[in-house]
């Protein structure tokens, strides 16, 4: 088989592929399919339940990555005429890889690692939510971030916590008896969570407290937290900036034999349109017998076009 007659079979499969994956109601189909194989997750967390129907529940997984390896088998093949552009969406690489680790026989045989994978695909759902894909890019965007906003909390605890344990640490052991016990009041503080008492018993205690207390709820519960928002919020708009800006690049990798068509009956159109301009000065003069034959010729031509 030539280049040319596997290059067109390619195209041809690649053509097919792509209408059935590109349907509504094959999007439609994985979907549900993500949403059955979550709720039989669900469903196995109930002992009674798994012991009458595991026979049933053990059809339903095989039955659910069956259909997943042929989503995904459909989707390759969508791609056949360009395998690079299937590897180039991170999309189509988390799919790819959750489907084949299913199949891993060391993978297998663990089943806390293969409930997870099978946990993984419920993810699968920001394919099929573009306002979900670009919520988790966002913060994936704002992990740099929010690793910042992190170490300037952690060094808040820390500072107050010792603090803490300085004014408080013999008039109430129970809460900030140790540095450990004191940031862990402080963190579940940071909620706002019981701080009217701590504020009274601090009271009792002296009436700096109420400075300490006032001061760490400034700082952490509102200034920090706000931090986090506008943080998380600037990641959001940078992925909905960068989804706009893919989604023409993402289209075109999906859609490229149309342009292909596009291109070629613009050069049909060109060459038409030269044999008609042809023709029509071939018709101005009274032609020979052989220039006849070349007219004839050439709408026979055009004809064919």
């Known amino acids: 088989m030539s280049e040319h007659r596997v290059r067109t079979v390619r195209t041809a499969l690649a053509l097919r592929c792509r209408a059935v994956t590109e349907a509504r109601w094959f999007a439609l189909t994985v979907f549900v399919l993500i949403l059955v194989n979550a709720a039989l997750l669900g469903i196995e967390t109930y ?108 060094l808040l605890l820390y500072v107050y916590a010792m603090v803490g344990w300085v004014f408080f640490g013999r008039h109430d052991p129970e809460h900030y008896g140790s540095l450990g016990r004191a940031v862990l009041t402080l963190f579940l503080l940071m909620t706002l969570d019981g701080i009217g008492d701590a504020v009274h018993a601090g009271l009792d205690i002296s009436r700096w407290s109420l400075l300490y207390y006032a001061s760490y709820v400034l700082l952490a519960s509102f200034v920090l937290v706000n931090v986090l928002i506008g943080v998380v919020i600037t990641s959001l708009d940078e992925a909905r900036d960068m989804d706009r800006e893919e989604s023409p690049a993402r289209q075109s990798r999906i859609d490229p034999p149309a342009d292909d068509h596009l291109s070629l009956r613009r050069r049909l159109d060109e060459a038409r349109r030269a044999l008609d301009e042809l023709e029509q000065e071939l018709g101005r003069s009274a032609p020979p017998p052989s220039a006849t034959t070349d007219r004839s010729a050439l709408v026979a031509a055009r004809r064919r076009m």
Request: proline share 5%; with cysteine; hydrophobic share 60%.
């Open 47 to 154: 002992a009674g339940v798994v012991a009458d129907w595991h026979h049933w529940l053990h059809l339903a997984e095989h039955a659910c990555l069956a259909a997943f390896t042929v989503e995904i088998v459909l989707r390759l093949a969508a791609h056949a005429d360009r395998p690079r552009n299937f590897f180039k969406d991170p999309w189509n690489l988390f799919d790819l890889a959750v489907v084949l680790c299913a199949f891993l026989p060391f993978l297998r045989e663990n089943s806390t690692v293969l409930r997870l994978l099978r946990l993984a695909r419920v993810l699968r759902t920001a394919r099929f939510l573009p306002q979900l894909r670009v919520v988790l890019v966002a913060v994936a965007r704002s992990l740099p971030g929010t690793l910042s906003f992190l170490l300037v909390g952690a």
